[in-house]
């Protein structure tokens, strides 16, 4: 993560000019004014000097720094979410349970979401950005590896959605949650909820595809990645996944009958084809196309097609490797 770089310093008027009836009051406004220009100098120095300490990786002075930096003032949104980050970056795995490398953490999570309160709401892009990646660093820190607590976590992805109800990625921290605790149902409904959210977006599928490949239910699994190839008409990679995915059934689950098999491979077939038509160089295509007909030859009755099937996929093996030495050589030139 790079450090955010530039300051946010202010232009500020000179003192008002006041009558010489006021001059009492005048000095206490010079005081206040005055005051607070230098919290405000103060805090614009020790961010400047924490985000230099920041880039350099040395995050115990950094830290330091965006703690001057906030107290001068503590409006000074952005610092909240560096402060939290360099205080989650010097805490280590390895030293887990020990209390001082523990209490880096905590102080991490206080400055995630203060930054997170305070940005969230800002009219600034730019300042919404680091309020969203604050509340996104806020969620890693309850993982399992870490603090541990998905109960915390949950309300801030919540509130994450609530910010941005078009964004997927919401919806995936949400459900990755409920899966973790085993609230499957949830998880699902979270990630279908994504789907609604965002329809053309090819990683709402894979995320489905996924959860259902860690449920054990290849025909929702299949469904989702048949979708994702809808979604995207002249992406191979889209048919060139849906192919895997019922070579590996095929081949791997040994509960399938021989019918099943056999659609499964022909299916297979049919979209590693349509990946092949959209890119004819297509090497990875090639060899899985390989393996299915491998797969195929191996339900084959009839001797002669067997061998049909083999030779072919002989060829197509031998074809994916020319390519893969056809664009080493042109890499290396």
């Not at 969230?120 to 541990?148: F, H, T, W």
């Not at 919540?158 to 949830?186: C, H, T, W």
């Not at 054990?216 to 889209?238: D, L, V």
């Not at 048919?239 to 299916?267: G, H, I, M, N, Q």
């Given at each position: 993560?790079?450090?955010?770089?530039?300051?946010?310093?202010?232009?500020?008027?000179?003192?008002?000019?006041?009558?010489?009836?006021?001059?009492?009051?005048?000095?206490?406004?010079?005081?206040?004014?005055?005051?607070?220009?230098?919290?405000?100098?103060?805090?614009?120095?020790?961010?400047?000097?924490?985000?230099?300490?920041?880039?350099?990786?040395?995050?115990?002075?950094?830290?330091?720094?965006?703690?001057?930096?906030?107290?001068?003032?503590?409006?000074?949104?952005?610092?909240?979410?560096?402060?939290?980050?360099?205080y989650?970056?010097?805490?280590?795995?390895?030293?887990?349970?020990?209390?001082?490398?523990?209490?880096?953490?905590?102080?991490?999570?206080?400055?995630?979401?203060?930054?997170?309160?305070?940005?969230?709401?800002s009219?600034?892009?730019?300042?919404?950005?680091?309020g969203?990646?604050?509340?996104?660093?806020?969620?890693?820190?309850?993982?399992?590896?870490?603090?541990?607590?998905?109960?915390?976590?949950?309300?801030?992805?919540?509130?994450?959605?609530?910010?941005?109800?078009?964004?997927?990625?919401?919806?995936?921290?949400?459900?990755?949650?409920?899966e973790?605790?085993?609230?499957?149902?949830?998880?699902?409904?979270?990630?279908?909820?994504?789907?609604?959210?965002?329809?053309?977006?090819?990683?709402?599928?894979?995320?489905?595809?996924?959860?259902?490949?860690?449920?054990?239910?290849?025909?929702?699994?299949?469904?989702?990645?048949e979708e994702?190839?809808?979604?995207?008409?002249?992406?191979?990679?889209?048919?060139?996944?849906?192919?895997?995915?019922?070579?590996?059934?095929?081949?791997?689950?040994?509960?399938?009958?021989?019918s099943?098999?056999?659609a499964?491979?022909?299916?297979?077939?049919?979209?590693?084809?349509?990946?092949?038509?959209?890119?004819?160089?297509?090497?990875?295509?090639?060899v899985?196309?390989?393996?299915?007909l491998?797969?195929?030859?191996?339900?084959?009755?009839?001797?002669?097609?067997?061998?049909q099937?083999?030779?072919?996929a002989?060829?197509?093996?031998?074809?994916?490797?020319?390519?893969?030495?056809?664009?080493?050589?042109?890499?290396?030139?």
């Amino acid at each position: 993560m790079n450090g955010h770089k530039g300051g946010f310093m202010r232009t500020w008027s000179g003192a008002p000019r006041i009558a010489a009836l006021a001059l009492g009051a005048l000095a206490t406004v010079i005081v206040t004014v005055g005051c607070g220009k230098l919290s405000e100098l103060q805090a614009q120095k020790a961010f400047k000097d924490a985000n230099a300490a920041y880039q350099q990786q040395d995050y115990k002075k950094a830290a330091g720094l965006y703690e001057e930096a906030v107290e001068a003032n503590p409006d000074l949104a952005p610092a909240y979410f560096f402060l939290g980050n360099s205080y989650d970056n010097q805490w280590k795995p390895s030293k887990k349970g020990d209390p001082a490398n523990d209490a880096l953490l905590t102080k991490a999570v206080a400055a995630y979401q203060k930054g997170a309160e305070k940005l969230a709401a800002s009219d600034k892009p730019e300042d919404r950005k680091i309020g969203k990646l604050a509340l996104q660093y806020l969620v890693q820190a309850y993982n399992a590896d870490r603090l541990n607590d998905p109960a915390k976590a949950e309300p801030v992805v919540q509130r994450m959605i609530q910010l941005d109800p078009s964004d997927p990625d919401n919806y995936f921290a949400l459900a990755k949650i409920y899966e973790d605790v085993g609230v499957y149902d949830e998880a699902e409904k979270v990630l279908l909820m994504a789907k609604t959210a965002k329809p053309s977006d090819p990683s709402v599928y894979m995320q489905l595809a996924g959860y259902y490949d860690r449920q054990g239910n290849f025909e929702k699994k299949i469904q989702a990645a048949e979708e994702r190839a809808q979604h995207e008409p002249n992406n191979p990679e889209a048919y060139y996944t849906v192919a895997t995915f019922y070579w590996d059934e095929a081949y791997r689950d040994p509960r399938l009958k021989e019918s099943d098999k056999r659609a499964y491979v022909d299916k297979g077939i049919q979209a590693i084809d349509h990946a092949l038509m959209i890119k004819a160089d297509y090497a990875e295509a090639l060899v899985y196309k390989n393996l299915l007909l491998r797969l195929e030859a191996n339900l084959e009755k009839d001797p002669a097609k067997q061998q049909q099937l083999l030779k072919q996929a002989d060829q197509l093996r031998d074809k994916a490797q020319e390519i893969r030495k056809a664009k080493a050589a042109g890499a290396s030139n």
